[in-house]
């Protein structure tokens, strides 16, 4: 009979070798001997001190740079977590625990998964900036009740007269108010008024005149219009600056400027609007300044010229007055108008005002005595006051319409 013998210890000894233990207990690096027995791996010290006992069924892959097998515990509270750099050690454990991420392959998938979504994300957000906000706030503007957009009108008003007053003229930035302009303030109540009438507008118009040397005029949310000295000064006849009034009225009926700040100012303005609670300071400044600085689109600009035309014909005055005032202040060469003269569209509204205004002859909205008054609404301060403003419009500061064109 021949005698059997013992294979070598070398052919039934499991797989072994070096390795990085944390216990996660605390940040001590532990160099190891890892064995890949048939239940799991034991972790051995250096002096073949048995540490822990890890079962297959219970390791989990981590995230580790390449030629580096990081194993976790599934369920493990402790931060504790195994290295292994040895590359036929960790064959052999991929190999006994059938449910780890052979290789990282899931976890790349993951990784891709996670960035294709990350970019989608990201162009879900343009795409809403671009498209769906605006859109959204297009169908939402007619929903806000006339109040909230008072209410947004006179959270940003004293915030725009801080930015006109330049030179912080306090009460007296704002013309007719004093003896002086007293006449032409009433003269200015009595076009308003007409146009007012005429309009029916669910707002209670309001109407400034200011102590800016520019040609400009632009309404608030709800109804509250500025118009600076310059318009009043270049205006030849009282259905001119009607027109440019009748303009600003339509920007306020088809509510343009609370559309331009809800799709300026973004989602969280928006349903801070919806709900009445826009009036922290950060968002007063940002719709103040996007009332200032923002332009209408030519739709809206052109709407705006229909509705003075039609509005001028209701109270008798002359429909083509917008377009003659735009035109001869086209035509000056004055540096604060440089805008109008080099804006193309200038051009194109001046045709379309005039061929949707037939030429029929009017009487002019105000009396001779009452437009001089008007004309002398911005009168002088006393010599004690400050001297008015001048210089040019601020970065939205335009010639009718609110908003740089």
């Not at 390795?19 to 160099?31: E, P």
């Not at 195994?82 to 059938?98: F, K, W």
Request: charged share 20%.
């Amino acid at each position: 009979m021949t005698p059997t013998t013992d294979p070598p210890a070398a052919a039934t000894a499991p797989p072994r070798g070096p390795a990085i233990y944390f216990d996660g207990t605390c940040s001590a690096r532990n160099d190891v001997l890892v064995e890949a027995g048939t239940a799991g791996l034991q972790i051995f010290s250096a002096d073949r001190h048995l540490l822990d006992e890890w079962l297959y069924a219970e390791l989990r892959r981590q995230a580790a740079p390449d030629g580096v097998l990081r194993l976790g515990r599934n369920g493990e509270t402790l931060l504790a977590r195994l290295e292994v750099r040895d590359s036929a050690l960790a064959a052999a454990i991929e190999d006994r625990a059938v449910t780890l991420d052979r290789g990282g392959a899931a976890e790349r998938k993951l990784r891709r998964k996670v960035v294709i979504l990350s970019l989608a994300a990201v162009v879900s957000l343009i795409f809403t900036a671009i498209i769906g906000v605006p859109v959204l706030a297009t169908r939402l503007t007619p929903l806000i009740p006339v109040s909230v957009e008072q209410k947004l009108g006179n959270a940003v008003d004293s915030q725009i007269r801080a930015t006109l007053d330049t030179k912080h003229l306090g009460a007296a930035f704002v013309c007719g108010t004093g003896s002086s302009g007293a006449a032409g303030q009433a003269a200015l109540d009595k076009l308003v008024g007409k146009l007012k009438t005429a309009a029916a507008l669910p707002y209670p118009l309001r109407v400034d005149v200011v102590r800016r040397p520019d040609f400009n005029a632009f309404a608030l949310p709800g109804g509250h219009i500025y118009v600076f000295q310059g318009l009043i000064d270049r205006a030849q006849s009282p259905d001119e600056l009607a027109g440019v009034l009748a303009h600003e009225i339509g920007h306020v009926a088809h509510r343009d400027g609370t559309r331009t700040v809800l799709q300026t100012a973004g989602l969280s303005f928006l349903f801070g609007m919806m709900l009445g609670d826009f009036v922290g300071g950060g968002a007063v400044v940002i719709a103040a300044k996007t009332v200032l600085r923002s332009s209408y689109s030519r739709r809206a600009e052109a709407s705006a010229d229909t509705y003075s035309v039609v509005l001028m014909r209701k109270v008798g005055g002359d429909p083509r007055a917008l377009a003659t005032i735009l035109e001869r202040v086209m035509a000056e060469k004055d540096e604060g108008i440089k805008i109008l003269a080099d804006h193309p569209d200038t051009k194109d509204r001046i045709v379309a005002i005039n061929a949707a205004a037939p030429a029929v002859a009017t009487t002019p909205l105000l009396g001779a005595a009452d437009w001089a008054a008007l004309k002398q609404i911005c009168a002088p301060l006393p010599a004690s006051g400050t001297a008015p403003a001048s210089g040019t419009a601020p970065a939205g500061g335009t010639a009718v319409g609110g908003g740089q064109k």
